[in-house]
């Protein structure tokens, strides 16, 4: 082993251990079992110990559920097989673990594509990442979601370039947005994001039998879904819906869906802290009117109206069918009275909230932290978060720049497919109810890549990727 290869191994050794000793800090000073966890939690320790995929025991029979897909609780009930039942902490620890594949597979791919030097550029930009490494200290499933994207994206550009046909890569793409889907239904984004890119290169490979060269990425498509076979047919057998993947409210068949309420929301909700204080509150928590923004008003009349509501729901708070209604025709005058708002400011607001918003839900730092005369130090590190993340923003939006323009300014199909990820999601995030940041996540494995290009050590080695790929 020359020189410099053994450098390279030990600046990728440090990098990890780097990361890793970030990631298990946060797994010793900042782990949350609570909310989602303790829902997925359940529904494995149910499943492993019942054979019954649910939770909520009635009678000593755990009741099935639909709500989540089977991604995760299978990943918990793995863990507690080894680990034990309700073994939190080790769980984290792995997801610790997986979470340097999210780091090597960024790295791994910048590399091939614009050369050593980026390589390790992308290894330390993830490895320091703390918006990431923050999701291994919860048992939630973004830390697999992440690993999933980066492995797809690495898998695709090395089944391109090893000849984008029927080689191990294509089953390695193939099984990462099979588990992505399980785990979160709106993975199916990636699969469309990448699926045609694919189809695309191998009709370019073999342009005179484009059937042929086709064939194995339609395979490979098909086995995406088989997982999801068992899944839609138990739902059916179950509960006599047809339902693929999980629903959109997170709600069993039969159970209240409170729209009139989300329609109402939708017509002021921006930020995280209406998430958490109203939001998910609803339907079991009562809520405090002076919670809400003055946006939530357009006039003195509504106001009154909308404590009303509040006071008629939060002596036993539980969503009823005749609240939603209330809440839904005070929705409806919103809505008319300002139609540009609810259908495009408002969740331009809410999706630019999830990009640009410090990444600080997981601390113990008040929701509304621009109050800097309150608590200073919490305004302080928000501040420093929030620049901290614009700086992934901005870095990824040069790399994807110079990317582009070393290939002309047009965009090779690992590029098209990434881009077209993001938008997409995007434009899923644009109908979303509830601003949270943890959903712009999954955009990090790709500022990962692209922010290494920025980092490349000449326009050259930018313009032998764009030609390779």
């Not at 649910?54 to 029979?61: E, P, S, V, Y």
Request: with cysteine; net charge positive; glycine share 6%.
């Amino acid at each position: 082993m020359n020189a410099r290869r053994q450098a390279g191994w030990r600046g990728t050794a440090v990098a990890l251990l780097a990361a890793l000793l970030l990631r298990l800090w946060f797994v010793l000073h900042s782990a949350t079992v609570a909310g989602d966890t303790l829902i997925y939690g359940e529904i494995a320790r149910n499943w492993m110990q019942h054979g019954v995929y649910g939770f909520a025991l009635k009678n000593g029979i755990p009741q099935p559920t639909l709500i989540r897909l089977p991604g995760y609780p299978m990943f918990l009930a793995a863990c507690f097989r080894v680990f034990g039942p309700d073994s939190y902490t080790a769980v984290m620890i792995v997801q610790a673990l997986v979470d340097l594949g999210t780091c090597l597979l960024p790295a791994g791919l910048a590399g091939r594509l614009f050369g050593r030097r980026a390589r390790m550029a992308a290894l330390w930009i993830g490895a320091l990442c703390p918006f990431i490494a923050t999701y291994t200290a919860n048992a939630l499933t973004e830390t697999l979601t992440l690993f999933t994207i980066a492995l797809c994206f690495y898998g695709f550009e090395r089944w391109q370039a090893a000849g984008a046909n029927l080689n191990r890569w294509l089953w390695v793409v193939a099984l990462a947005l099979s588990y992505g889907i399980l785990l979160r239904p709106e993975q199916g984004l990636l699969a469309a994001a990448v699926v045609p890119a694919m189809l695309w290169i191998a009709v370019m490979r073999d342009p005179e039998r484009p059937l042929r060269a086709v064939a194995p990425v339609l395979a490979a498509s098909v086995c995406v879904l088989l997982p999801l076979v068992p899944w839609t047919l138990r739902n059916e057998r179950t509960f006599h819906v047809f339902e693929p993947l999980a629903p959109r409210y997170a709600t069993d068949p039969g159970e209240l869906i409170p729209l009139g309420f989300m329609r109402w929301y939708r017509t002021w909700a921006i930020d995280f802290a209406s998430t958490e204080n109203v939001y998910w509150n609803y339907d079991g928590t009562p809520i405090d009117v002076h919670d809400l923004p003055d946006r939530a008003f357009d006039t003195q009349s509504q106001y009154e109206r909308t404590a009303e509501l509040f006071n008629a729901y939060n002596p036993k708070p539980n969503a009823t069918a005749a609240l939603d209604l209330r809440f839904d025709a005070l929705a409806s005058e919103r809505i008319a009275a300002n139609p540009i708002r609810y259908y495009v400011t408002l969740p331009v607001a809410r999706l630019v909230n999830m990009l640009l918003r410090p990444r600080i839900e997981m601390f113990p730092i008040a929701l509304e932290w621009w109050r800097w005369n309150e608590h200073p130090a919490q305004t302080a590190f928000a501040l420093a978060y929030g620049a901290l993340n614009l700086g992934y923003v901005v870095l990824a939006y040069f790399g994807f720049i110079l990317w582009r323009r070393s290939n002309h300014a047009s965009l090779t199909p690992l590029a098209a497919s990434m881009l077209a990820f993001v938008l997409m999601r995007c434009a899923l995030l644009l109908t979303m109810d509830n601003s949270e940041p943890r959903y712009t996540l999954e955009f990090f494995p790709i500022a990962f890549v692209l922010a290494a290009a920025v980092f490349a050590r000449s326009s050259e080695s930018l313009q032998r990727s764009s030609r390779s790929a």
